[in-house]
């Protein structure tokens, strides 16, 4: 590190964001990137001359090892990593908020509304890193950090066990609060089932502000992990619902097999709660949870990787209307197209009906399609139902990733060549 300059190596450094007993936390500019970021510094010392040097000197690897490859909205991306007998240093994306340890105090607790949702994202991002092959090991409050809202970010994959690495696996890590009873006994390995277990204590954490299981020592801890029954959630507070009970009380189980046997399971568990509250409260806008389960469903985005999901979460705006809504008009301009998330809709020309949509179909794509500023709209569509429709303006995916916008070609060509088709038949009937 240049003290002179200030720098480490091309990142100009803007101040402390906190130290270790290994290393530092520095906030930098990207002059390159153009963007803040948080640089993890391990002193050389750590890894090298202290007692545990091996310990830390792998975990800083294991992470190091990931860069470019975490790329999901709800993980902490590395950027970049430099090991050197020198100085090493891990460059990470930088988020300001804080970690969800804010959120486990009693006098700072969510809504139990929003600790799902919260929760539902880390669902999402580890059922992601499992995809490659990732499983955490020390899912804890301090190494989820919060951005803004519900929205988070997991850190901290020093831990990691990678099934497709040849990488040593680093042996007694976590923290004993959240390890699962066949972690603290010895007598299972470390999997997803032992991150679900994790997961769920930080969820009851967040709830009550309370840990399931403490004590006057780790030793008390582990005793009453292994061998005593936690009390519910909603014995220490009002407002949970039973069914987030019964959620927490299946993750951290204390048999593997009374879990959740996959991340999918544990995220559809959470999105049926939503399902609950939409029928008690009708007026309610509905949630992340909900939105990005109902795209997962949608045939037009069958072939949406969960990235690119997540990337048209951001871009839409939703919205519900009822029937006998004119959603567009014939000759309006526009510059936005639409999906259809839930209803019918009915398009009409004149007073011709050209055809019935439903949910996952796609209309007023041509203002995408047209690269001209909003062109006139050649139909009008009326919901015939209650409708949840998703709004996109050209312009916002014009400036999404190549990826998306890829996606979303691909998807309107496959409509237009369907509608021609369809076109081209109906000509054939009335000849």
Known sequence: MSTARQAIGKYQILGELGKGATGKV??????FGQRKVAIKIAYPEALKNSEDGAFYRSMFLNEAALAGKLNHPHIVQIYDAVVEDKYSYIVMEYIEGGTLEKF????????????????????????FAQTLGLTHRDIKPGNILHHEGTD????????????VSDRTIITNVGSPAY???ELVTGTAQAS???DIYALGVVMYYMLTARLPFSGANTMSVIYQIVNTEPESPSKHRDGISPELDAIVMKAIA???????????AFGQALAETWKQEHKAEEKRDSSDTERFSMLRTLPFFREFPENELWEVMRLSKWAKFKPDTALIKEGDHGDS???LAGGYVRVTRGKRTLSVLTAGDCFGEMSYLAHKDAPHRSATVTTTSDVILMKIRAEDLRAASLSCRRLFDERFLNTLVERLENANQQLAVMS
């Open 337 to 339: 197209f639409f999906i």
């Open 254 to 264: 204390k048999d593997p097999s009374k879990r959740y046997p996959t991340w999918d």
């Open 179 to 181: 390890m699962a009873p």
């Open 192 to 194: 997803h089932l032992t």
């Open 104 to 127: 486990c105090k009693p006098e700072q607790l969510l809504e139990p509304r929003e600790v799902a949702e919260i929760v539902f994202k880390c669902v999402r991002a580890l059922a």
């Open 26 to 31: 520095y906030l930098a500019e990207d002059p």
């Open 152 to 163: 988070i970010k997991i850190a901290d994959f020093g831990a990691a066990i990678n099934t």
